[in-house]
């Protein structure tokens, strides 16, 4: 179901960031060099494989508490820089998803050298797609700021279906989580990437002119009773109340919306042109207080498109599940469901259970 392999990104800063590449290796690889200059792969027993560059970046000393804990204390090579860690080869030549023991002992590395305790009061899940298209374009992220205790979460719906798409999505999916989660503004995260990936030249369109992604974030702190978001295009988020009522907490930027706000009736495929995206176009904002939503969700219109075509009510959804992974699960499986007889697009669907203190 999800053509991805999760993988863990440890910097030597001691923050840890899941990363999603692709199934095949030859892109795997090219997906670690985003974040890895000249990766070498080491072998980390049987279940793992750490890639490292051989920089003179600081020594990662999370990641090499983390090498001794899944070997039992074996010495780990000089580990310097951003490590990413993922799961074994196969015999077909492709990395594996991490074992969730070996992603635990990462995480726990993590917090022991940075100090950091877990903070209670989001659960997370996240469920992908690949729908009828060739790649996986659809791409989250989740990101907590280890000095302020601050979430964000990112949904991005990369625009086409080639593998530069998805790279471009993948990426900057992290940069928008990363920048909103240390700075507490979905806005500014989102204006921020929107600068970065004008000025990139590895693409091979032109962000500056051609649609790329649109895309939802959220930003939740503790020390805050409310819960931003910002979007730019027709990606959503639904908020549920502790009384089950579902709320969108967006507007689709694109042509069929614009019909409607005008007093006009909007075609069948009026909702396929975007006004606005990553690389140009209006940032939406909205707020939700935290102490009144239940549960959160963010999803692409591979999700909630086929749905609304067959009457349902996306939100609703959210109130039939007993957890954030399960809510995630139905969204899209029914909207699979629901598109079963058309061209199915990627669909992602990333839930927030809020537990309320």
């Given at each position: 179901?999800?053509?991805?392999?999760?993988?863990?990104?440890?910097?030597?800063?001691?923050?840890?960031?899941?990363?999603?590449?692709?199934?095949?290796?030859?892109?795997?690889?090219?997906?670690?060099?985003?974040?890895?200059?000249?990766?070498?792969?080491?072998?980390?027993?049987?279940?793992?494989?750490?890639?490292?560059?051989?920089?003179?970046?600081?020594?990662?000393?999370?990641?090499?508490?983390?090498?001794?804990?899944?070997?039992?204390?074996?010495?780990?090579?000089?580990?310097?820089?951003?490590?990413?860690?993922?799961?074994?080869?196969?015999?077909?030549?492709?990395?594996?998803?991490?074992?969730?023991?070996?992603?635990?002992?990462?995480?726990?590395?993590?917090?022991?050298?940075?100090?950091?305790?877990?903070?209670?009061?989001?659960?997370?899940?996240?469920?992908?797609?690949?729908?009828?298209r060739s790649y996986q374009c659809d791409a989250y992220a989740i990101k907590r700021n280890r000095n302020t205790g601050r979430w964000a979460f990112a949904v991005l719906d990369g625009?086409?279906?080639?593998?530069?798409?998805?790279?471009?999505?993948?990426?900057?999916?992290?940069?928008?989580?990363?920048?909103?989660?240390?700075?507490?503004?979905?806005?500014?995260?989102?204006?921020?990437?929107?600068?970065?990936?004008?000025?990139?030249?590895?693409?091979?369109?032109?962000?500056?002119t051609d649609p790329s992604a649109v895309a939802v974030v959220a930003v939740a702190d503790h020390r805050s009773p409310l819960i931003r978001v910002a979007w730019c295009g027709d990606?959503?988020?639904?908020?549920?109340?502790?009384?089950?009522?579902?709320?969108?907490?967006?507007?689709?930027?694109?042509?069929?919306?614009?019909?409607?706000?005008?007093?006009?009736?909007?075609?069948?495929?009026?909702?396929?042109?975007?006004?606005?995206?990553?690389?140009?176009?209006?940032?939406?904002?909205?707020?939700?207080?935290?102490?009144?939503?239940?549960?959160?969700?963010?999803?692409?219109?591979?999700?909630?498109?086929?749905?609304?075509?067959?009457?349902?009510?996306?939100?609703?959804?959210?109130?039939?599940?007993d957890d954030a992974k399960d809510a995630a699960a139905l969204v899209v499986e029914d909207a699979m469901a629901a598109g079963a007889d058309e061209f199915a697009d990627n669909a992602?669907?990333?839930?927030?259970?809020?537990?309320?203190?």
């Amino acid at each position: 179901m999800i053509a991805t392999t999760p993988a863990l990104l440890v910097s030597s800063n001691g923050e840890v960031e899941e990363l999603l590449l692709d199934s095949r290796r030859a892109d795997q690889l090219h997906g670690i060099g985003f974040y890895i200059q000249a990766p070498h792969a080491h072998r980390l027993g049987r279940r793992a494989v750490v890639h490292a560059g051989h920089g003179t970046e600081s020594v990662n000393d999370v990641a090499r508490q983390a090498w001794m804990s899944i070997t039992g204390g074996s010495r780990p090579p000089l580990l310097r820089g951003p490590v990413v860690i993922t799961g074994a080869t196969n015999r077909a030549g492709d990395l594996t998803p991490l074992p969730e023991l070996s992603a635990e002992a990462i995480q726990r590395a993590a917090g022991l050298l940075s100090g950091a305790t877990t903070t209670i009061g989001f659960k997370v899940s996240a469920v992908q797609h690949c729908g009828g298209r060739s790649y996986q374009c659809d791409a989250y992220a989740i990101k907590r700021n280890r000095n302020t205790g601050r979430w964000a979460f990112a949904v991005l719906d990369g625009i086409g279906d080639r593998p530069q798409v998805r790279r471009f999505a993948q990426r900057f999916a992290h940069v928008i989580a990363r920048e909103a989660a240390r700075h507490g503004s979905p806005a500014r995260a989102l204006a921020a990437a929107r600068v970065q990936a004008r000025n990139e030249l590895r693409w091979d369109f032109d962000p500056r002119t051609d649609p790329s992604a649109v895309a939802v974030v959220a930003v939740a702190d503790h020390r805050s009773p409310l819960i931003r978001v910002a979007w730019c295009g027709d990606a959503r988020a639904y908020r549920l109340a502790p009384i089950g009522i579902s709320q969108p907490l967006t507007h689709d930027h694109n042509y069929a919306q614009d019909l409607r706000s005008r007093g006009r009736t909007a075609g069948p495929y009026d909702r396929n042109f975007v006004t606005s995206c990553l690389m140009n176009g209006d940032i939406g904002t909205a707020t939700t207080e935290r102490g009144h939503t239940r549960r959160l969700l963010l999803c692409t219109d591979g999700a909630y498109a086929p749905l609304e075509a067959r009457g349902q009510d996306v939100g609703g959804i959210l109130d039939l599940a007993d957890d954030a992974k399960d809510a995630a699960a139905l969204v899209v499986e029914d909207a699979m469901a629901a598109g079963a007889d058309e061209f199915a697009d990627n669909a992602t669907a990333l839930v927030v259970d809020i537990v309320q203190a």
